[in-house]
């Protein structure tokens, strides 16, 4: 009973209809508390809605049952830095490479984390890692692009902005670099990335 509400749920959550898919996440948990897919799924969706501590809850349930799902952890390390919490976010970090060391969408991660800081050389330095690792990956094209503006080269970041949209990879939370090609409209914020699941 639990494996069809769960696909139910997960097509919710595909669809963006996120109050549907977290009863039926729930769902699942009252008949089996310890689903690591449906606390993951918890957790990315409460990330999805801006509640990250939240998520962290959900997300470290998760771990707890299954140790080593690289996604996992690479959602939680998502939520600490949401949250501001670095240090934590940047073990998570650790744990997603050493089960995964080819992991560009965590490389992505730590860069977001050092430019919050205002670490902008390491910053960089893991856009590009994320980028020699996958190429076509239009985020960190995008965030690349936000730490060379924050640095004052601004023709490295409209090159990346505008490798950004011919990659054409974005959601909506990625519209702002689009928004910063335009005359005299500045540029706000770095998006992160949040693994699915399965």
């Not at 934590?88 to 992991?103: E, F, N, T, V």
Request: hydrophobic share 40%; with cysteine.
């Amino acid at each position: 009973m639990h494996t069809e509400t769960f696909a139910q749920a997960l097509t919710y959550h595909r669809r963006g209809q996120l109050d549907r898919a977290a009863q039926l996440y729930g769902d699942v948990l009252a008949s089996q508390p310890d689903h690591p897919d449906a606390l993951h799924l918890l957790g990315v969706l409460a990330l999805q809605r801006g509640q990250p501590h939240v998520a962290i809850d959900f997300l470290q349930r998760a771990i707890v049952r299954l140790p080593n799902v690289t996604a996992f952890h690479a959602n939680l390390a998502e939520a600490y830095r949401a949250g501001g919490q670095y240090d934590s976010a940047i073990h998570s970090c650790m744990q997603a490479l050493r089960l995964r060391p080819a992991y560009a969408e965590v490389r992505n991660t730590l860069g977001l984390i050092e430019s919050e800081r205002g670490r902008l050389v390491q910053a960089i330095e893991h856009f590009h890692e994320a980028l020699r690792l996958r190429p076509d990956f239009a985020l960190a094209h995008n965030n690349l692009g936000n730490a060379y503006r924050l640095r004052g080269d601004i023709s490295q970041a409209l090159a990346h902005y505008r490798r950004a949209v011919t990659l054409r990879e974005v959601g909506p939370q990625t519209q702002s670099w689009g928004d910063w090609l335009k005359p005299r409209t500045p540029m706000s914020g770095r998006c992160g990335s949040i693994r699915a699941w399965p």
